[in-house]
């Protein structure tokens, strides 16, 4: 645990009109970007945190069990885990082939199966030797097995793998993947970097795609987080370089500028974030929605970023535990519950503590 300043006040928060959603990125002065928000209010906000696990090493990905427990990636372990809500920990299993590149890349994203009670599908994101692919596994309860891959051909480097997989709400698989420190891949429409893909359940082509490709969107440097709200809209958070990290109202076929823009841009053709921060006040990975607001996790900022949102339009950011918790990676909204796991990644190459130091908490909304 490193510092103790008190969180940023919520009363800066704004809400949305009842039962629209929505996610956008957001500055410290927080500049919107495209339409302004609606506020009309404030709707829950943090107001209690408690360590539910610890003894981590790089916890990365998240992913709900039917039975409200979650299963956790270690990046550098290549382990997978099972934890409960009353915070008892379970090894699930190594998953096979997986490598690490010294900085970003190992076992990142995990998405259990919307078809689980059929299938015990377990879906994961991670780097190989030759690359960074999509694998899929069979989890009975007790043990990993079946390893199959389904995507290949996703380029690796030291940083900038991108890693978050998610299921949306029409059921497909999407994918955030980072340019592989090769800037003209994220806008080549033939490369799968720099991109968030969208797929069947099998690793094909999603019906609908923009390109008749694995491609859903492009022009993105290092997406690390994807999150949906009410209305099936979906949101992404994004690395900058050395100016400005984004949140993104992702649509289809759409370009998000990079290398050519960093935030926002006048250039025809890019579209622009709805919100953003400086890299010093952000660096997110991973996004989440939760009554009303996208919650984002700052690496380097050191805090849980809240974005009331209505509709299409992103209100005012207000940031919470500056500071108290370190490097926050993953956020999650508890299923059935006003509630959010948030976990740390200090253990890291930038976060400087020794194995075992980073943590699973719940955040309580209120």
């Not at 998000?256 to 953003?276: A, D, F």
């Not at 009554?291 to 509709?311: F, H, K, N, Q, T």
């Amino acid at each position: 645990m490193r510092g103790f300043r008190t969180i940023t006040s919520a009363a800066a928060a704004a809400a949305l009109t009842a039962g629209l959603l929505g996610a956008a990125a957001g500055a410290g002065n927080a500049t919107a970007r495209g339409d302004s928000a609606a506020d009309s209010g404030i709707d829950s906000v943090p107001s209690a945190i408690r360590t539910v696990s610890s003894g981590w090493t790089i916890p990365w990905g998240l992913s709900w069990l039917p039975d409200g427990s979650a299963l956790i990636t270690e990046r550098d372990s290549f382990k997978l885990f099972k934890l409960t809500q009353s915070g008892t920990k379970t090894s699930v299993g190594t998953v096979p082939n997986v490598v690490t590149t010294n900085g970003e890349g190992g076992l990142l994203g995990v998405a259990v199966s919307p078809n689980w009670n059929n299938d015990r599908y377990v879906y994961l994101m991670h780097s190989a030797a030759s690359d960074n692919r999509i694998v899929r596994m069979k989890y009975d309860g007790t043990s990993l097995s079946g390893y199959k891959v389904l995507v290949t051909g996703i380029a690796k480097s030291k940083y900038h793998n991108g890693g978050r997989i998610k299921f949306g709400p029409d059921g497909y698989l999407y994918a955030t993947t980072g340019d592989a420190q090769n800037t003209s891949l994220a806008q080549d429409r033939n490369s799968l970097n720099g991109k968030i893909l969208r797929m069947t359940t099998d690793g094909k082509a999603a019906p609908g795609n923009p390109f008749g490709t694995l491609v859903y969107s492009l022009g993105h440097r290092n997406p690390q987080g994807i999150t949906w709200d009410a209305q099936g809209r979906l949101w992404e958070a994004e690395f900058g370089n050395s100016k400005y990290d984004e949140l993104n109202l992702i649509e289809s076929g759409k370009n998000y500028g990079w290398p050519t823009c960093e935030g926002n841009c006048s250039t025809s053709g890019m579209t622009n974030p709805k919100r953003q921060w400086t890299v010093s006040e952000a660096s997110p990975s991973a996004v989440a929605y939760a009554d009303g607001a996208i919650y984002m996790a700052a690496l380097r900022g050191e805090r849980l970023w809240r974005i009331p949102v209505s509709g299409t339009s992103a209100g005012t950011p207000a940031s919470y535990y500056v500071g108290q918790y370190g490097r926050l990676r993953t956020v999650e909204q508890v299923p059935g519950k006003n509630s959010l796991w948030l976990s740390t990644t200090n253990a890291d190459n930038n976060g400087g503590e020794p194995d075992g130091a980073d943590k699973v908490f719940q955040v309580d909304l209120r």
